[in-house]
């Protein structure tokens, strides 16, 4: 079937034509690990996951690039601000009490990456072809940043190597940015001897080259050598240099949260497309924001909301990607637990209803083909979940139950709320992505056994060495039970 996507480049749904037949390149924006991932964040990938699982439905070989930010993302560098402020490395290792040291910088970037990993399996995404570090690929930039000079795209100040945006025709078209307003609300006070209030910086110096700078981060006392002195490069350019390494350019698509739009994709556009003549991808897609109270939710305000905060909240991972998938990816989604546990409601009596479906059934055509449909318009989730739960209500003689499980396991190879791995391990949607002690596991499963055999003396102790062990049991009606923390 046709796939159409909606392009932030054009602005509009478009037909998917692929670069290469059969096959699909794709880069994520992925995390500064300085820091937990909030559930915001975590959206955007959970829709490159939904993104990836439609290709694949759909027969196509997809190489997917997740990048790990570990240096150069400057606390300022967001829209209409300078590239000015402490790199948020540098915050995490204050943080963490550690050295303003690189070796330091790559340990705490490993810790929070390798929480970010954790994050993932929680949510049933699937993980990246590759996952490329930024402090791994300086010599990528430095390359890039040559030709950019070479073909006198930039220009030198004091505490780095600038791109002129002013050389760069259709500078702002991804998603038709006002330059205007750009530069209006642009902090040019910060650095008088950038050209134009959206120039960026592609090389920042360190205090070695740069010694009138003061000394107050990991980027200003250390950095690489390069041919233009000691420093780090800026965020923007590490995107760019990645990105080409691992699928040419140009590639297919390119995601990300809509924030990133009107500074870093452009930004990626300007460089990616000045050094080599041609666009960088043909599809930009991006998913919209995880609002709390009608706010956007930041790391900067404090109090933001992580995967952990969830569990604590007794309310399962799992559950917030099915209440994802039932808004559009690029509407903005108001978070409140009331919502949240309302969708882990409806995924528990989900799972009920498979439950009392028999295995070894067919896959319904006529539905098999709704979905498709669906999934394919630009990733219509909502209407994709939707159709789960009209074949769950039809009655038509010739859907037998064991073929309406066969079909929304097939569903769920897109929606990825690991359905199938639930049904298997008797355990309720809540559980599949909770960290339960093996040992408990093991009691639970006893007892279960011991109430098929209705042996409730043994099941009552059972229940007991749960509950000791920091775990409820709870038993569903329709048979195999759930665990949850205390």
Not at 84 to 102: C, F, H, Q, V
Not at 142 to 154: N, R, V
Not at 260 to 272: D, G, Y
Not at 377 to 400: F, G, H, N, Q, Y
């Amino acid at each position: 079937m046709d796939i159409s996507l909606y392009n932030t480049l054009s602005r509009k749904k478009e037909h998917f034509e692929p670069v290469q037949t059969g096959k699909i390149g794709m880069y994520n924006c992925g995390p500064t690990v300085y820091d937990r991932a909030h559930i915001g964040n975590l959206r955007a990938y959970i829709f490159a996951d939904t993104l990836r699982r439609m290709f694949e439905y759909n027969d196509y070989s997809v190489n997917q690039i997740m990048n790990i930010t570990d240096v150069g993302h400057l606390s300022g560098e967001n829209a209409g601000a300078a590239d000015e402020g402490e790199d948020k490395m540098s915050k995490a290792l204050r943080r963490e009490g550690m050295p303003l040291t690189l070796d330091a910088m790559y340990k705490v970037a490993t810790i929070y990456f390798e929480k970010f990993v954790e994050d993932l399996k929680c949510l049933n995404i699937e993980l990246p072809t590759k996952f490329p570090r930024a402090a791994d690929h300086i010599k990528e930039d430095i390359d890039l940043i040559e030709i950019l000079l070479q073909k006198g795209f930039t220009y030198k100040t004091s505490d780095g190597i600038y791109f002129d945006t002013s050389k760069f025709v259709g500078y702002g078209k991804l998603g038709n940015i006002d330059i205007a307003s750009l530069k209006a609300g642009a902090r040019v006070a910060e650095n008088t001897e950038k050209r134009n209030p959206t120039d960026f910086a592609l090389w920042k110096f360190s205090a070695v080259s740069a010694p009138s700078k003061p000394a107050n981060s990991l980027s200003q006392i250390l950095g690489w050598e390069s041919p233009w002195g000691t420093g780090f490069p800026g965020w923007h350019i590490e995107c760019s240099a990645m990105s080409t390494k691992y699928l040419g350019q140009p590639f297919d698509i390119h995601t990300g949260a809509i924030d990133l739009i009107p500074t870093h994709h452009n930004n990626e556009i300007a460089q990616s497309e000045a050094a080599n003549g041609k666009p960088l991808a043909n599809y930009w897609m991006h998913n919209g924001f995880i609002n709390v109270d009608g706010k956007k939710m930041s790391k900067s305000a404090g109090g933001f909301i992580t995967l952990e905060t969830l569990k604590k909240e007794a309310v399962s991972p799992i559950a917030y990607r099915y209440w994802l998938l039932t808004s559009h990816y690029r509407s903005p989604a108001n978070f409140t637990y009331e919502a949240v546990r309302g969708a882990e409601k409806a995924l528990t009596k989900l799972v009920t209803i498979l439950r009392n479906y028999p295995s070894n059934g067919k896959i319904v055509a006529e539905y098999k083909d709704k979905f498709t449909t669906f999934i394919n318009d630009d990733l219509d989730t909502p209407r994709a979940v939707a159709l789960i739960w009209d074949l769950s209500k039809d009655s038509a003689p010739d859907i037998l139950p064991a073929d309406k499980l066969a079909t929304i396991l097939d569903f769920d190879n897109v929606l990825g709320l690991g359905l199938n791995l639930t049904l298997s391990s008797k355990k309720s949607a809540a559980d599949l992505s909770e960290a339960i002690p093996h040992e408990v596991t093991a009691i639970a499963e006893a007892r279960e056994k011991s109430r098929q055999d209705k042996d409730w003396n043994k099941a009552d102790s059972l229940r007991g060495q749960i509950e000791v062990a920091g775990f409820d049991v709870l038993d569903n009606k329709a048979g195999g039970y759930e665990l949850r923390k205390k």
